[in-house]
Every structure is written in structure tokens, then in C-alpha cells.
């Protein structure tokens, strides 16, 4: 398995060439980058700017792992209103065209949802109809993921919907295409399951992986924490991927950044996935022990 960053970990303000650069120096192989509306890799993004990412990732030595999209909370496939459905749609699009470009084999896509607590104002949609809808939008979807040779990669995200592995896998089975699959999340299941179990579950449906870990005891957005502080069982998560094969990135997605000093998330993540993945310190982390006396 290859271990990746997703660029919503570093600091806001940071441009994608600062975050390439500093998850090369953290000791990454690959950086997730995101579908904005506007900016460095916005709707408006061509050949150009995939051609500069690209550049900046060459120099760097860095893959490119994924690609993500926020947008999906403001245009979700499931929204009574049909020109929001239209606009998923395009943005989808958009994300395919981009991910053949830069060579990525999947998208992180959110099939829409029934309820979002953290969004405020979010509609609440029939759970029913959203699945019809959400299905409705990927089948659409699919042929165009199959022209690009790009997988979507369904997310399980708090949206309320697909609530369990049983049923997103069914979901995705009832789609019927190679090119649609599951963008597991380890650590948005662990309030209410066990990720291994969602693994196993899903199996070669896997497209890609997201690291996060999760307190329960804390609950709601706050029990997002660093690697390794939280509940998750990453001795069995690493064993439930090798079972089914998985060989693919397993990105992290830290959020949110540290208050201060936010740059060292990046590392202490990095040093973190390298002991989930049972590898060999990074250079920085062996200079710390060395330091301290410990190597």
C-alpha cells in the first residue's frame, strides 16, 4: 500500500505547490488534491493548470494519490431541485476529465444525502427517494467514468444515508459497473461500527482508502483525532486491506489542522502511517530518536 496526504490537511492558506512540497519533505508518495469551485484546480481548470499540478508534482518527485471535491454538500445528487442535481452531475464530469489527465484511477464522490447535521439549512430528503436519486445520478455517470478509464468511488460520509457495508454494497452491486466502487473512509464508520468489518464487507469493491482515526467517547466532529489517538483498531484495519487484497493509496485526511504550528500535522501523520503500515522510520523521525538518545 502506498501512503498519501489529502490536501484538506494542510493549512488553508497554503498554495498546492507548498502542500506538494511539504508532504514530499513529510515523507509521502502521494498527495490527494481537490475539485474547488474556483482557485488553482477549479471548475474553470484546463490543460493548463493540469499541466503546471503536474509539473510541480514531477519536480517533486510526488504522485498524484486521488481526487477529492467538497462541493458535493452544496450540490447534492439528491436535491429536490433538479438544476442542483444537473449541477452534481457536471461536477462530476469535471472531476473525470480531471482525474484522466492527471492519471488517477478514482474520484471521491458523495452520492448525495438524506440529512447533513453540519451543514446548516441542509434539506432533508426522503430517504427512499434519495437512494432512487443517488442511483439514478451514478448509472448516469457511468458511462462517462468508463470513456475517462475513472472510477467513482462512493464515499461513506456522515450524510445519513447508506448507513451500513451490507447496503453499500448492495448499491454499488445494483449499479452493475467495474467503474463504480467504495471510497472507504476508516475513520467516519467508528461511531457506530467497526471498519475492518466494513472492509471485509466491501472487499475488491474498495477503490481507495481514507486514514482518519476517531475518539468515541468524545462524539460528534470533535472525536476526529490524530492517528493512532482514537478507537480505531489499525493492527486489524491493515490486515482486513492485505485479506482483500487492497495494494492501492490509503491516504490520510487530517481535519481539522492544528491551531497552531499546523504544519506539523503533516509529519507527525506521516510518522504515525509508517507504523500502521509497519515501515521504516522517515529520515525525520530517526533524527528525533537520534537525538534523544534512542536510536
Not at 272 to 293: F, K, N, S, Y
Amino acid at each position: 500500500m502506498k501512503k498519501g496526504i489529502n490536501i484538506w490537511s494542510f493549512r488553508g492558506d497554503a498554495s498546492i505547490a507548498e502542500c506538494i512540497q511539504l508532504a514530499k519533505e513529510a515523507g509521502f508518495e502521494g498527495i490527494e488534491l481537490s475539485l474547488n469551485k474556483d482557485g488553482e484546480l477549479g471548475l474553470q481548470a484546463g490543460d493548463q493548470e493540469v499541466k503546471n499540478i503536474k509539473a510541480q508534482l514531477e519536480d517533486a518527485n510526488l504522485e498524484i494519490a486521488g481526487l477529492a471535491t467538497g462541493l458535493y454538500w452544496d450540490y447534492p445528487m439528491t436535491s429536490d431541485d433538479p438544476a442542483v442535481r444537473e449541477k452534481a452531475f457536471d461536477i462530476c464530469k469535471k472531476q473525470l476529465e480531471l482525474a484522466a489527465a492527471f492519471g488517477v484511477d478514482a474520484i471521491l464522490v458523495i452520492p448525495g444525502a438524506v440529512g447533513v447535521d453540519f451543514v446548516p439549512g441542509s434539506a432533508v430528503i426522503d430517504y427512499e427517494v434519495a437512494y432512487e436519486r443517488a442511483q439514478e445520478g451514478i448509472r448516469k455517470l457511468v458511462p462517462y467514468a468508463e470513456s475517462a478509464g475513472v472510477a467513482i468511488a462512493i464515499e461513506n460520509v456522515w450524510n445519513k444515508f447508506l448507513l451500513s457495508p451490507l447496503e453499500l454494497r448492495t448499491f454499488i452491486d445494483e449499479i452493475g459497473s467495474d467503474y463504480v466502487g467504495s471510497y472507504f473512509d476508516v475513520g467516519n464508520v467508528v461511531h457506530s461500527g467497526y471498519p475492518e468489518h466494513w472492509i471485509r464487507i466491501l472487499g475488491s469493491r474498495i477503490k481507495k482508502v481514507h486514514f482518519k482515526d476517531y475518539r468515541r467517547q468524545a462524539g460528534g466532529l470533535h472525536g476526529f483525532v490524530d492517528l493512532l489517538a482514537g478507537d480505531v483498531d489499525y493492527p486489524a484495519v491493515v490486515e482486513a486491506l492485505k485479506g482483500i487484497g487492497y495494494d492501492n493509496y490509503v491516504t490520510a485526511e487530517m481535519i481539522p489542522a492544528y491551531k497552531h504550528y499546523s504544519d506539523q500535522i503533516i509529519f507527525n501523520t506521516s510518522n504515525a502511517m509508517d507504523a500502521i503500515l509497519g515501515r521504516t522510520p522517515t529520515l525525520r523521525q530517526t533524527a528525533v530518536r537520534e537525538q534523544l538518545g534512542q536510536s
